[in-house]
T-cell receptor
Framework: KQEVTQIPAALSVPEGENLVLNCSFT??????LQWFRQDPGKGLTSLLL?????REQTSGRLNASLDKSSGRSTLYIAASQPGDSATYLC???????????FGKGTTLSVSS | GAVVSQHPSRVICKSGTSVKIECRSL??????MFWYRQFPKQSLMLMAT?????????EQGVEKDKFLINHASLTLSTLTVTSAHPEDSSFYIC??????????????FGPGTRLTVT
């Protein structure tokens, strides 16, 4: 059974820092991996989607990497801003078109 | 990008009543929609997979007679919480899959519905 773990559970950094959020999964036979942002009491905003054949995806200040063989993904946020404060969720799709399996998330707080 | 809406965004109901939550894909057709539940400070947990025109597939431990799912069209799936109890209070989120034909199968999520049962 696929399990997704995110470390750390919470992270506080001053504005401007570069930071890395970690995600690990137990079964490396995945189809894709998505990173989401969730603001308190709100739904999910998709940040990056990585297919199993890809090693990384970039969008603006965000870069997500995928190492399937080791069961790891990282989300790199450059030059963090207070507006980046949110919970970041990692989710794995085991097969094409199936539901996602989520980690518990990393709650990020960026202070000005 | 693809947009998914949910209605209502928040609902408070009395114990024993039923509540219907709608999930719509606004600018694409979704043959498959997923319903998740999120308890405070917990991850999203899949409740059921909803396929247009057929019965939903429920995850282990989710009562299909309590959480009724209907996917009558390619743009609408509904979740009805029947005889709601306070322990059903949670954040319910749907997602719709853009899929088939070699696409990425990326899922787009609705904004969620906060259900409070008193």
């Amino acid at each position: 059974k696929q399990e997704v773990t995110q470390i750390p559970a919470a992270l506080s950094v001053p504005e401007g820092e570069n930071l890395v959020l970690n995600c690990s999964f137990t079964d490396s036979a995945i189809y894709n991996l998505q990173w989401f942002r969730q603001d308190p009491g709100k739904g999910l905003t998709s940040l990056l989607l990585i297919q199993s054949s890809q090693r990384e995806q970039t969008s603006g200040r965000l870069n997500a990497s995928l190492d399937k063989s080791s069961g790891r993904s990282t989300l790199y946020i450059a030059a963090s801003q207070p507006g980046d404060s949110a919970t970041y969720l990692c989710a794995v799709g085991n097969q094409a078109g199936t539901a996602l399996i989520f980690g518990k998330g990393t709650t990020l707080s960026v202070s000005s | 990008g693809a947009v998914v809406s949910q209605h209502p965004s928040r609902v408070i109901c009395k114990s024993g009543t039923s509540v219907k939550i709608e999930c719509r894909s606004l600018d694409f057709q979704a043959t498959t929609m997923f319903w998740y539940r999120q308890f405070p400070k917990q991850s999203l947990m899949l409740m059921a997979t909803s396929n247009e025109g057929s019965k939903a597939t429920y995850e282990q431990g989710v009562e299909k007679d309590k959480f009724l799912i209907n996917h009558a069209s390619l743009t609408l799936s509904t979740l009805t919480v029947t005889s709601a109890h306070p322990e059903d209070s949670s954040f319910y989120i749907c997602s719709a899959r853009v899929g088939a034909g070699g696409l990425s199968y990326e899922q787009y999520f609705g904004p969620g519905t906060r259900l409070t049962v008193t």
